[in-house]
C-alpha cells in the first residue's frame, strides 16, 4: 500500500510549486499519495514563509500540535523559507521535526527523508536545471518557475536570504515545461518568478542572451496556449518594451501586478526600492494609456521605519490616482537579516494599526465604486473552480472573479459573461456565448 503524504503550504505562489515540486518527486519515487487528514499520514511536511513574523509564530505551535495527532512513526518535516532562515534551530525547538528544506532546496526531498535530522538550507544551492517532474494541482492552470531566487536588497525582506541570489531557467525548459502542461489540457500558464521582469540577467550555464520580453513572446507562440500570467513584476523594471508587448501579445492576461511597498519617494529610497513615486505614477499612467481596461494590484507596507504622517499621505494619494483593483497590505514587520531590522526610526503599533486601517478603508470605498462600473459589462471568462450553491467561478483576462450557475461541465471552458451583480471581490454573471 502506498504512503500517506499530507501537505500544508502557506505563503506566496512560489511556494504552491514548491509543494508541486516536492508531491512530485514523492508520489514517483516514494509512492506517496496525499491525502487530507494528518492523523493517517505518515509524513506531514509543512512549507513555510518567513516574509512576516506571524507565521514563523504559528509555525511552532502547530508543530507541537502535529506532534501530538499524528502516527507514532510519522515523519514531519519543516521545508520553504522558515527552513532556510532558522535551520538547525528548528530541531532544537521542537526535537520530534525529522528534517528541515531550506527553499531553494527542495529537489532534495527524497534525500532528507531518509537522513534522519538532515538540515539542508544552502542558498547557493543551484537547482535551476533540476528536471520537476509533473504534479499540479490544477489542471487547468499550470505554474511554470522561471527563476529561483533575489538579487533585490530592499531592507524590509528575507527572501534574498532565504531563496538566494537570482538565477534565471534556460529559456527551452521553460518553454518545455508550458507545452507539457498544454498538452495535458491546461489553456493558462502562471510564469513564477520573485522578479519576473529581470528574467534573463544570469544563468547558471552559458545560455543565449534573452530578456522577459523575450521568453514572454516565445512563450506565446505555442499552439493551444490561451493565457499566460506572471508574477511577480518589479516596477523598476517595468520599461516600454515590456509595457508593450504586455499590451499587444494577446495571450499574455490584461492584469499587472504593480508592488508600489510605499507611495513616499522618501520611503522607497529606504526600503532600496529603487523608483520614485513619480515613476511608479509615470508606469501606471503608460500601462493605462496601453491597455485601459488593465487590471491593476499591489502591495503594500504601512508604517516602515521612518514612515510620517507625510510620507503615509503619499500612499494614499497614489491610492487615490491609481485606484488598483486589488491591494494586498501589511504592518511593517521587521526580519531578521534585513537591513531594516537595525533601523531604530519605528513606528508605534497604534500608529501603524491605524494606518493601515485607513488604507483598507479607503482602498474597500475605491473598489465598491469601481466594481458598480462592472454591471451589465461582458468578459470572457476561463471556469476554472466549483463555488458553493452550484456555482462555477472563473477569472476574466483583467482578473476579475465571476461566477455563473453552473457546474463541472464549464470547469476548463472559455465562455462570454455579461455582469449581472457586483460584489467587493467577486460578480455574479451570466453566459451570453
Ligand atoms: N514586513 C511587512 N510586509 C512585508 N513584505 C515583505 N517583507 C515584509 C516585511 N518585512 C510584503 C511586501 C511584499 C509582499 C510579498 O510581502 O509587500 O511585496
Ligand atoms: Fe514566498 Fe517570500 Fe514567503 Fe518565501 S518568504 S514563501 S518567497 S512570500
Not at 10 to 35: F, P, V, W
Not at 60 to 82: M, P, R, W
Not at 117 to 146: C, G, M, Q
Not at 365 to 385: R, S
Request: hydrophobic residues 35%; aromatic residues 10%; neutral net charge.
Amino acid at each position: 500500500m502506498s504512503k500517506k503524504l499530507y501537505i500544508e503550504t502557506l505563503g506566496c505562489a512560489m511556494n504552491e510549486r514548491d509543494s508541486e515540486h516536492m508531491i512530485a518527486e514523492l508520489r514517483e519515487k516514494e509512492d506517496y499519495t496525499l491525502t487530507s487528514s494528518m492523523e493517517e499520514a505518515d509524513l506531514i511536511l509543512i512549507n513555510t514563509c518567513s516574509v512576516r513574523e506571524k507565521p514563523v509564530h504559528k509555525l511552532f505551535s502547530e508543530l507541537g500540535y502535529f506532534n501530538k495527532v499524528k502516527k507514532d512513526d510519522a515523519k514531519i518535516g519543516v521545508c520553504g523559507c522558515t527552513a532556510s532562515h532558522l535551520g538547525e534551530e528548528i530541531i532544537k525547538r521542537a526535537p520530534y521535526v525529522s528534517f528541515v528544506l531550506g527553499a531553494r532546496n527542495v529537489s532534495k526531498i527524497t534525500e532528507v527523508l531518509h537522513k534522519p535530522k538532515a538540515v539542508e538550507t544552502d542558498i547557493n544551492y543551484d537547482e535551476s536545471l533540476y528536471a520537476f517532474s509533473d504534479f499540479r494541482s490544477s489542471p487547468y492552470k499550470a505554474y511554470i518557475n522561471i527563476s529561483i531566487g533575489c538579487d533585490k536588497s530592499c531592507t524590509f525582506c528575507i527572501v534574498p536570504k532565504t531563496r538566494g541570489e537570482e538565477i534565471s531557467i534556460p529559456t527551452d525548459l521553460i518553454l518545455q515545461e508550458a507545452q507539457k502542461a498544454v498538452n495535458s489540457g491546461a489553456k493558462e500558464v502562471f510564469l513564477l518568478g520573485q522578479n519576473v521582469n529581470n528574467y534573463g540577467r544570469r544563468f547558471s550555464g552559458k545560455h543565449p542572451k534573452t530578456n522577459f520580453t523575450e521568453l514572454l513572446r516565445k512563450v506565446s507562440e505555442i499552439e493551444g496556449l490561451k493565457r499566460i500570467r506572471f508574477t511577480s513584476p518589479h516596477p523598476f523594471h517595468m520599461d516600454d518594451e515590456f509595457l508593450k508587448e504586455f499590451a499587444a501579445n494577446d495571450k499574455i492576461c490584461k492584469s499587472m501586478h504593480m508592488p508600489l511597498q510605499s507611495g513616499s519617494t522618501k520611503v522607497l529610497k529606504d526600503m532600496k526600492r529603487g523608483y520614485t513615486k513619480e515613476w511608479f505614477l509615470n508606469r501606471v499612467e503608460k500601462l493605462r494609456s496601453f491597455v485601459p481596461d488593465v487590471g491593476i494590484s499591489t502591495d503594500i507596507i504601512v508604517a516602515f521605519p521612518g514612515e510620517s504622517e507625510e510620507d503615509f499621505e503619499d500612499t494614499l494619494d497614489v491610492m487615490r490616482k491609481v485606484r488598483f483593483n486589488q491591494i494586498f497590505s501589511f504592518k511593517y514587520s521587521p526580519r531578521p537579516l534585513t537591513e531594516a531590522a537595525e533601523f531604530t526610526n519605528t513606528v508605534d503599533e497604534e500608529t501603524a494599526s491605524r494606518r493601515l486601517t485607513t488604507l483598507q478603508k479607503l482602498h474597500n470605498d475605491i473598489v465598491d465604486e469601481k466594481n458598480k462600473e462592472l454591471l451589465g459589462k461582458t468578459y470572457e471568462v476561463y471556469f476554472e473552480e466549483l463555488k458553493e450553491g452550484y456555482f462555477v467561478a472563473g477569472r476574466s483576462d483583467n482578473n476579475t472573479i465571476i461566477k455563473v450557475k453552473g457546474s463541472e461541465e464549464l470547469l476548463g471552458e472559455f465562455k462570454k459573461v455579461k455582469i449581472t451583480h457586483t460584489g467587493r471581490t467577486i460578480m455574479t454573471g451570466e453566459i451570453v456565448e
